[in-house]
């Protein structure tokens, strides 16, 4: 039955395995370096394991609930795409969608008028060369 499911089920309050995934590679490294500078600090070694293991589940837990908030009334996969654009808005990776920003032309201008266009126009007598009539 799983194998029939168009999107990725959610695991902690709304997200996925990939977004935990991609959250607990960012945070392990960061909360380690964190707890390695408290070990020197302090020389108490726990804070490596205390902060290698709290931390992470902690930033989980807070983006959960981010996340929670972005993805709102939101189709599937809108986040990702919006990422997406932004990083390719500034030059860091290559869009795979049309993203061109101009104005849509017909090629023919507009009588922006307020006539009615089925309305007869009858040429002003100025603008008429005079008539040749031979009288003669």
């Given amino acids: ?19 935990a995934k991609v959250i607990s590679l960012v945070a392990v490294p960061v909360f380690l ?17 205390v902060l290698g293991i709290a931390g992470p589940l902690f930033t989980l837990w807070y983006a959960s609930g981010r996340l929670q908030k972005i993805k709102r009334n939101r189709p599937d996969g809108y986040y990702t795409q919006a990422i997406h654009f932004w990083l390719a808005k500034r030059g860091l990776v290559t869009s795979h969608y049309l993203s061109l920003h101009g104005h849509w032309d017909l090629g023919r201008s507009l009588d922006l008028n307020l006539s009615h266009p089925f309305e007869v126009h ?6 008429q060369p005079p008539s040749q009539s031979k009288t003669s």
């Fill in 122 to 127: 009858e040429p002003s007598a100025k603008s």
């Fill in 33 to 49: 370096v964190i707890g390695g500078i408290v070990l020197l600090v302090t020389g108490f070694w726990q804070f490596i394991l």
């Fill in 1 to 19: 039955m799983t194998d029939r499911v168009n999107v990725e089920p959610a695991i902690i309050r709304g997200m996925t395995v990939t977004e």
